[in-house]
């Protein structure tokens, strides 16, 4: 049975940084490209960043450009989104997501998702 597990969510004032992490089991890691993704309330669920299956192409959504960073180590089967100077409007709960074989961009190319964490900035 394939589980993803999110961890690293919390609170947070403008400015701070977060570390959130995905820990897949029951699954080839090295054979998934990794996303992260998020919904804020009354939103739908948005591409932030992915890494493909060796961890050589990354690519970002314009809004964390410069200020996300994701990586991966494929010897403990994780996936990290480093969040630096963190804004309110970067409050939502976020998804860790897995593609099989393929850069996970968009929601549709995920085949495995994790139950999110919750990112609160305050202002």
């Known amino acids: 049975q394939v589980q993803l597990v999110e961890s690293g969510g919390g609170l947070v004032q403008a400015g701070d940084s977060l570390r959130l992490s995905c820990a897949p089991s029951?699954?080839?890691?090295?054979?998934?490209?990794m996303g992260w993704f998020r919904q804020a309330p009354g939103k739908e669920r948005d591409f932030v960043a992915a890494?493909?299956?060796?961890?050589?192409?990354?690519t970002y959504a314009d809004s964390v450009k410069g200020r996300f960073t994701i990586s991966r180590d494929n010897a403990k089967n994780t996936v990290y989104l480093q969040m630096n100077s963190l804004k309110p409007e970067d409050t939502a709960v976020y998804y860790c997501?897995?593609?099989?074989?393929?850069?996970?961009?968009?929601?549709?190319?995920?085949?495995?998702w994790g139950p999110g964490t919750q990112v609160t900035v305050s202002s």
């Open positions: 997501g897995a593609a099989f074989n393929r850069l996970g961009v968009g929601t549709s190319l995920i085949n495995f």
């Open positions: 029951g699954l080839t890691f090295s054979l998934y490209g």
């Open positions: 890494i493909s299956r060796s961890g050589g192409n990354t």
